[in-house]
């Protein structure tokens, strides 16, 4: 049981050009996050989805998409990479029953665009 | 809107000594309140969470939170810090009313331990 798993762990873009980044667990969760994490701030979501086929935006999704096209992974693509768009990205899935309400967190992808 | 204040960036302590570690939070409805725990160049781990059971609540590694709704506080404590406990913390408040479960994330506090 792995749990939460990202790929790559670190990357460097140069300005405009395009990755994606993996995450996938395998713990049968129904909702899935992509949050970034920058100094001197807390995490915050760029997208999230409640199942299998779905997405939405949070706090900061410009520049940034996502799919899921199957429940164990979630997919954010970035198009056009900008240096604002240097972070560190942590997925995270949670189970929908019961009210546990907790989050599991992949290590973290450190991305560097220049 | 819900939000979340840490009010300390950084917070040193030596070993052996109590930690304290301050969170205020704002929400409309009555909020879930969790602590994480990022270790340098790790991930994140949940600590401990309160969800309206017992308003004192306690963790993993010898960590507890209370509560207070008066205050609208959820600080961390630990009566004795290790070494160990040199890391990063993050207070998040997830508002009841979110069916879509968004978390809300403090800006963090840096623990440092001196030996």
């Known amino acids: 049981n792995a749990g939460v798993t990202q790929t790559p762990k670190f990357r460097v873009l140069k300005t405009g050009q395009s990755m994606t980044l993996l995450c996938a667990q395998d713990?049968?969760?129904?909702?899935m996050y992509w949050y970034r994490q920058d100094p001197g701030m807390g995490l915050r979501l760029i997208h999230y989805s409640v199942g299998e086929g779905t997405t939405a935006k949070g706090e900061v999704p410009d520049g940034y998409n996502v799919s899921r096209l199957k429940k164990q992974n979630f997919l954010l693509g970035l198009e056009s990479a900008a240096p604002s768009q240097t972070s560190v990205y942590f997925c995270?899935?949670?189970?929908?029953?019961?009210?546990?309400?907790?989050?599991?967190f992949g290590p973290g992808t450190r991305l560097t665009v220049t | 809107a819900q939000s979340v204040t840490q009010l300390d960036s950084h917070v040193s302590v030596s070993e052996g000594t109590p930690v304290l570690l301050r969170c205020n939070y704002s929400s409309s409805y009555s909020p879930s309140l969790f602590w994480y725990v990022q270790h340098p160049n790790k991930g994140l781990q949940l600590l401990l969470k309160?969800?309206?059971?017992a308003t004192l609540v306690k963790g993993i590694n010898g960590f507890e939170a209370e509560f207070k709704k008066s205050e609208t506080s959820f600080h961390l404590t630990k009566p004795s810090a290790h070494m160990s406990d040199a890391a990063e913390y993050f207070c998040?408040?997830?508002?009841?009313?979110?069916?879509?479960?968004?978390?809300?994330w403090g800006a963090g506090t840096k623990l440092i331990i001196k030996p």
């Open positions: 713990m049968n969760h129904e909702y």
């Open positions: 995270a899935s949670r189970d929908s029953e019961g009210d546990s309400y907790e989050q599991y």
């Open positions: 309160y969800t309206s059971a």
């Open positions: 998040v408040v997830r508002d009841s009313m979110d069916s879509n479960y968004q978390l809300i």
